[in-house]
C-alpha cells in the first residue's frame, strides 16, 4: 500500500479549520454530550500535545475532559514513548478513552492493549494501522533522515527491529481486548496516509471529508468522535 491522495490536498486544514468554528458541532450543537469521561489525547508524529488544542477545547465544551499525553514534539522511540505514556495513564483514577491522531492512533492501540483494565474505548484518526509505512513517500523519506542522525529523544534505526520496541510492536498488532470499543476515522483524500491501511480489521471504520492534517480540527471529524464517544458510554 502506497496510494495516497496528492499531498497538495493537505493544504486545505487551515479552511477546515476555519469552516469547524463556524459549524453548529463547534459549539456543541446537534451532537450528544458527555459527563465528565476522561479522553487521553495522543498527537501525530512530529506534533505535540499543541497540536490538539483545539480537540480538547472542543470536548471539555460538549462535557468531556480531555488529559493531554505531556508530549511537545512525538518523534521519540515508540517503545520509549508508550512506556511513558502508561505511566501517565496510570496516575488516572478513572477509566478513560484513547483518542490518537496518525502515530498517536498507533501509540494508543497499543497503549489499549497494555492498560485495558482502565481503557473504555479508542478512537484513531488517519492512523495507519495496517501498514505503517503505507504513507506519502515524502514522510517515508524525512523519518528515515530522523532516524539516520540517531538525536537524543527520537526514534532510530534501532527502533525498526530492536529491543526497544519489541513490546509495543507486539501489543499494537495484539488484539484490542473485548469491551474495549474502537473507531478509526480515515478520509479517502487523505495526502498523508494510503486510506485503506486505516481499515483495522477489529475497527468500526468510518470515513470522514478532510485532509489527514485537518482530522484534528474538522467538523466532520467531530461528529464522528462525538458519536463514537456516545456508543461507548453505552
Known amino acids: 500500500m502506497t496510494t495516497t491522495a496528492p499531498i497538495w490536498l493537505e493544504q ?3 479552511l477546515e479549520r476555519a469552516a469547524l468554528v463556524a459549524d453548529p458541532v463547534w459549539w456543541g450543537k446537534g451532537v450528544p454530550r458527555g459527563k465528565g469521561e476522561r479522553v487521553f489525547l495522543i498527537p501525530g508524529l512530529f506534533a505535540g500535545d499543541w497540536s490538539l ?3 480538547g477545547r472542543w470536548l471539555r465544551r460538549i462535557g468531556y475532559t480531555p488529559i493531554s499525553a505531556g508530549i511537545h514534539v512525538n518523534s521519540d522511540c515508540a517503545g520509549a ?3 511513558r505514556l502508561a505511566k501517565r495513564c496510570r496516575e488516572l483514577d478513572d477509566e478513560f478513552v484513547l483518542l490518537g491522531q ?6 494508543a ?16 484518526l488517519g492512523s495507519p494501522m495496517r501498514d505503517e509505512w503505507a504513507i506519502h513517500p515524502l514522510l517515508r523519506a524525512a523519518i528515515h533522515r530522523v532516524a539516520r542522525v540517531g538525536a537524543p529523544h527520537t526514534f ?18 495484539a488484539p484490542v481486548p473485548p469491551g474495549i470499543g474502537f473507531v478509526s476515522l480515515y478520509t479517502r483524500s487523505d495526502g498523508i496516509v494510503d486510506w485503506r491501511t486505516c481499515l483495522d480489521p477489529q475497527a468500526e471504520a468510518v470515513e470522514v471529508e478532510g485532509s489527514h492534517a485537518g482530522m ?6 467531530y461528529r464522528a468522535i462525538a458519536a463514537a464517544l456516545a456508543d461507548f458510554r453505552g
Open 12 to 14: 486545505r486544514w487551515p
Open 53 to 55: 488544542l483545539t480537540l
Open 81 to 83: 514513548t508508550v512506556d
Open 102 to 107: 496518525s502515530r498517536g492512533g498507533l501509540l
Open 109 to 124: 492501540r497499543a497503549l489499549a492493549v497494555r492498560e485495558q483494565e482502565r481503557v473504555r474505548g479508542l478512537i484513531t
Open 156 to 173: 532510530t534505526r534501532a527502533c525498526a527491529s530492536g529491543q526497544c520496541c519489541r513490546q509495543y510492536l507486539a501489543e499494537r498488532t
Open 216 to 221: 484534528g480540527a474538522s467538523a466532520p471529524a
